[in-house]
């Protein structure tokens, strides 16, 4: 059985503006360095024999990563596949922002039920086939192992909609938030969904 614990990262200076982020590269914040901290603790007391990191390259992810690094005394493997979603003319904006300047597109998103590409931003289709490959690339090379996977909101969901055969313009029925973790096990051909989106680590009441 070969286990992936699917990871968003920490908090970033951007998520805390509210700013769309795609592939420009802010830091975490004060709040996101605390989560990320909490995260490979929680991981480690849990007992997950990891054998790989993998991130994305960008610097909310990676250094969220590091901190689960350090912890499980393993190097951090980046992938470009492992990127957010392209946002285009989108990006460092905030949603009230996008709406003012993109009223066309946010009419045509509305009801949310289709996806509809942003403004110079990056094909849908290509984008889930990335993270469908980079995914697919780690799991075959890491066969029957545990392998920690730190990435974006947009690209664990574009995967694991493809693994649940979910449609892939369809908005999904689930999100991810800042460390939050999914657990998937795969095992000869099957899909289990074990965890999905646990943020327990940042709560007082655990």
Known sequence: MTQLLLIRH??????AQGRIQGWADPPLDEIGHDQAGKLAERL???GHELTAIYSSPLVRARQTAEEIGRVFELPVQTDDRLKEHGFGQLTGLTGLQVEEQFPDWVAARQGGRTWIVPPGGED???FIQRAISVMT?????????????????GTLGGYLAHLLEIPMHRSL???FDNTGISIVRLSKGRVRLVRLNDTGHLSNCI
Do not use: K, M, Y
């Open 10 to 15: 920490g908090q970033s200076t951007w998520n």
């Open 44 to 46: 480690r007391c849990e």
């Open 124 to 126: 849908r289709d290509e």
């Open 137 to 153: 690339d780690i799991t075959n090379h890491h066969l029957d192992q545990t392998v920690a996977i730190v990435s974006h909101g």
């Open 173 to 175: 029925p689930f999100q």
